[in-house]
């Protein structure tokens, strides 16, 4: 029972244990990916406190332990990958877009990113053999642009019964950062439920954020809140072994001339870039070529290629 652990942590007595839990730290995963003001404030303890409670969670669950890169890879073996149904899109990205990672796409209007969001909601249900996790995906959608029949049209191309496609997609439309903050933590519940889900699409992931905090004076505080928000998505990436995709929109550099990769950048600043375990940008070709470009990655060199988007979804071009 994950309450009573939290009960039984040192330095937690009951009062405390029941304000944890109320503010949603109902286990151990969660106090110990907290942060020590988070903490502080949820269960309203002092900092000593809070740092002792977080060192114990992480000590139960072993997380203060160093691993061999033996191990290491050993794990990241369990990893896998859904494909985007673009052999070009899937080797830039080292085989598809990964688990137990966060794959960022940015790029102009029109550019692709919410249609790789459906392509990739149709493929996670296709068994391993042809590119899926026979699993469901999660669409938290931020703008609107979440179109089922989409979804039913790339089922319907790829052999699948459209019928069941749209019932493994949980969608939610958020209207707020705070709104989205909460559709990434019930995404977790589903899971905890048993779902099987397997990849999480969050598009737009900055929109919103950029929105709601618009003046100089706020942009800390937006950074801070959108850290928060990316924390939540890599960790329930990485305990439950599932896929993140996030869209993102790009900004003029104010002092770039030329188009192109050097003269647009991705909104959500270090906070983002540090978080992505893939960025890839997006921009139009000629005669509705798409073109993809790996700009970071932990181990696959920056380059490019080139996708379309048809009828059918997501394409290599003839
Ligand atoms: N059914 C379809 N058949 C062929 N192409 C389509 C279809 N639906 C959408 N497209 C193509 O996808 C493009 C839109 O791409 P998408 O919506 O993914 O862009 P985006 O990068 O998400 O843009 P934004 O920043 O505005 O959200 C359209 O311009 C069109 O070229
Ligand atoms: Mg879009």
Redesign the pocket.
């Known amino acids: 029972m994950s309450k009573d652990d939290i009960r039984s942590l040192p330095g937690v007595g009951p009062k405390t244990a029941e304000k944890l839990i109320s503010a949603g730290y109902d286990s151990l995963i969660k106090i110990a990916s907290a942060s020590v003001e988070e903490l502080m404030e949820a269960a309203d303890i002092g900092e000593a406190t809070a740092r002792k409670i977080i060192e114990a969670a992480m000590e139960r669950l072993g997380l203060l332990e160093f691993k061999t890169a033996e191990e290491v890879l050993e794990e990241r073996q369990k990893t896998a990958r859904i494909t985007t149904m673009s052999k070009n899109l899937d080797s830039l990205l080292g085989g598809g877009i990964e688990t137990a990672a966060l794959t960022e796409?940015y790029?102009?209007?029109?550019?692709?990113?919410?249609?790789?969001?459906?392509q990739l909601a149709v493929d996670v249900q296709l068994p391993p053999e042809q590119g899926g996790l026979e699993g469901k995906a999660v669409y938290i959608d931020t703008?609107g642009?979440f179109?089922p029949e989409?979804i039913k049209?790339m089922a319907e191309a790829l052999d699948l019964d459209p019928k069941k496609a749209l019932k493994n997609v949980y969608h939610m439309k958020v209207f707020n950062t705070d709104h989205q903050m909460l559709a990434a933590r019930k995404a977790e519940e589903l899971i905890r439920k048993g779902e099987p889900i397997k990849l999480i699409v969050v598009?737009?992931l900055t929109a919103l954020f950029r929105a709601e905090y618009t003046g100089r004076g706020q942009l800390a505080e937006r950074q801070h809140k959108l850290g928060r928000h990316v924390h939540d998505l890599l960790r329930i990436a990485e305990l439950y072994n599932v896929a993140i995709y996030v869209?993102n929109?790009v900004m003029a550099k104010p002092d770039s001339f030329i188009p192109g990769l050097d003269s647009v950048q991705a909104v959500g600043g270090h906070v983002l870039a540090h978080a992505s375990t893939y960025r890839v940008f997006?921009r139009k070709g000629k005669k509705?070529i798409r073109i993809a470009r790996l700009v970071d990655s932990p181990h696959l060199p920056e380059r490019e290629t080139t996708f379309v988007?048809?009828?059918?979804?997501i394409r290599d071009p003839e």
Do not use: C, M, N
């Open positions: 796409f790029g102009e209007y029109g550019s692709g990113k919410t249609q790789v969001g459906h703008e642009t179109r989409r049209q598009d737009s869209t929109q997006l509705g988007i048809t009828e059918e979804g």
